[in-house]
């Protein structure tokens, strides 16, 4: 085993005062001399080039965007090579109009703290809605790479076409990010993902599918703060990865493997009960640290608030959820299980009763085309009973294990009409397109709204496995209307006030970085009519 480092407090552990003196005071718009006593010059920036995670953008409004960088000069080491007595250093930051940085249009320095492994979260503010716009960083003598993002138009403001792409389950060892590499050459509004962006396992000595050498601080599982900091570190050393951060905005949200496999709210898999707020808490600050996040997402020890609302015009409102924090106990234990009384007990709760009440209250006063659920497990029902001679089993970490909660988000869209409601799911390294119901055992339940799952990125590598064993299933589900088990890729849409298109995207293979990409299907919802249907 290999020998593990001492390691950062948490953040909870942290000044909550003086943090946002480092950060959101100095975030946005104040000069070097305007900094607080005392911090201005806190440290000097590293000799070493620090940018080599590269910059990001994310949660794009109608006039701003959350601009990240990371200092990290050797990004594998626990400390990023910034030593660790290195107290905070100052970053400068600029906007421009153009891609060559001529036309300055915002601008101002910010600190990165040691206390957030030197990440920066800048929110920029006060930009103009639906343009294009260009940022980079500046620490010392060093300057990072230009990174392009874009502003959301103004609420209710018309909009003929938004293209996104959606991804999830990036698994770095079991082959390469050749869907990166194709998502980059598209034309995009916005990226999100859907969870899954780094996996806890440890790693093979020779990188799995990668065939590279790894480091052995990256052996053993990860449990602690700064493990889970160099696993974030070697995932975004990845150049394809860097890439989709730097061309797009994203929103992003977490699921099980950012801390722990099936994880439900402060119950773990494995992990002793006693120790797991701890980790919880130590992977929910380097998720933060590793991702265009606003300051309202910066966690309190295992707490954070990662629920929002994007909305694009009058055509589209991403409500992004978060169905791990607070889900109830499997109440029918874990894996496969056939279904129990208590799985069907109100109480029982996939989002908690404060976010399901915000998701209700979000849908019912949106105003746009189309309402995206941009979530994490499975909503439609997969009932394994070919297995089971017939009795009823399903997967209990995926909305078949809480269908009371399941029922009550779907009975409300059907009962408040809300209009043209699309779920966009991660998870599964499968491929699914499921006509959701209130009731999917009656066949006249109608179809209350759409669900499209994404395969993997890269999780399950070139392995033929989920095919076989979900293919079977599929006839006794009727509500599947298309299912493809073993493939890789991503998934782009296309939004207009009368349509919306998905494009199944699909590599050949993840065993080489710069694989070929294909539309493998395309399924097409008209304005007002749910459910999909070939295009």
Same mark, same amino acid.
């Given at each position: 085993?290999?020998?593990?480092? +001492? ?71 626990? %400390? ?26 915002? *601008? ?8 957030? &492994? ?49 991804? #999830? ?63 974030? &570190? ?14 797009? +905005?994203?929103? @992003?949200?977490? %699921? ?35 991702? +265009? ?20 015009? %009058? ?12 889900? *109830? ?83 409300? @869209? ?30 006249? #339940? ?60 699909? @590599? ?28």
């Amino acid at each position: 085993m290999a020998t593990r480092e +001492p390691l950062p407090e948490l953040l909870s552990n942290i000044d909550r005062r003086r943090f946002l003196q480092l950060t959101a005071g100095v975030a946005a718009t104040l000069g070097l001399s305007q900094l607080p006593a005392g911090i201005a010059r806190a440290a000097r920036p590293p000799a070493a080039f620090p940018f080599t995670l590269g910059v990001a953008s994310g949660d794009p409004s109608a006039h701003g965007v959350v601009l990240w960088t990371r200092l990290a000069p050797r990004p594998l080491e626990f %400390d990023g090579g910034m030593g660790r007595s290195r107290g905070p250093v100052e970053v400068d930051w600029q906007v421009a109009s153009d891609e060559a940085m001529s036309t300055i249009v915002a *601008s101002g320095t910010s600190v990165a703290p040691s206390e957030l &492994a030197h990440s920066v979260h800048v929110e920029v503010a006060g930009l103009q809605s639906s343009r294009e716009y260009f940022y980079r960083f500046r620490a010392g003598d060093h300057v990072s790479a230009i990174g392009r993002t874009k502003t959301t138009p103004a609420p209710g403001s018309p909009l003929e076409q938004l293209r996104f792409a959606f991804a #999830s389950c990036q698994d770095w060892q079991a082959g390469f990010y050749s869907a990166y590499r194709r998502m980059a050459e598209e034309d995009l509004d916005v990226i999100v993902h859907l969870g899954d962006y780094i996996y806890e396992y440890g790693i093979g000595p020779t990188g799995g599918a990668r065939n590279v050498a790894v480091p052995a601080q990256f052996r053993t599982e990860t449990t602690r703060l700064g493990e889970y900091r160099i696993r974030y &570190a070697l995932y975004r050393s990845d150049p394809d990865l860097q890439e989709v951060h730097r061309l797009f +905005p994203w929103l @992003v949200t977490w %699921d099980d493997h950012e801390v722990e496999n099936d994880y439900a709210g402060d119950d773990p898999e494995s992990e002793p009960a006693a120790h797991f707020l701890a980790r919880r808490a130590a992977a929910y600050q380097a998720y933060y640290e590793h991702l +265009p996040l606003r300051l309202s997402s910066m966690p309190n020890g295992p707490n954070a608030l990662l629920y929002r609302r994007v909305a694009f015009g %009058d055509l589209a409102e991403f409500s992004v959820l978060d169905t791990r924090q607070y889900r *109830s106990d499997p109440p029918c234990g874990r894996g496969e299980q056939p279904r129990c009384a208590l799985a069907l007990d109100p109480v029982t709760t996939m989002t908690g009763p404060a976010q399901e009440q915000w998701l209700l209250d979000g849908l019912d006063a949106s105003g746009t085309t189309w309402n995206v659920m941009a979530q994490q497990v499975m909503m439609g029902e997969l009932d394994h009973k070919i297995y089971y001679d017939g009795n009823t089993v399903y997967w209990q970490d995926a909305w078949d294990g809480f269908p009371a909660a399941r029922a009550r988000i779907l009975d409300h @869209v059907a009962t408040q009409g809300i209009r043209n409601p699309v779920v966009i799911t991660g998870d599964w390294h499968s491929t699914f397109v499921n006509d959701l119901k209130v009731d999917f055992k009656d066949p006249a #339940s109608p179809v209350v709204a759409t669900e499209f799952v994404g395969t993997s990125i890269s999780s399950n590598g070139d392995a033929i496995v989920y095919g076989p064993y979900y293919g079977p299933m599929v006839p006794d589900n009727p509500h599947i209307k298309f299912f493809d088990g073993d493939r890789r890729g991503y998934v782009r849409c296309t939004l207009t006030p009368d349509s919306w298109t998905t494009d199944l995207r699909m @590599v050949s293979t993840v065993s080489t970085s710069d694989a070929p990409v294909s539309t493998f299907a395309s399924f097409v919802i008209q304005n007002g009519v749910p459910g999909a249907v070939p295009a």
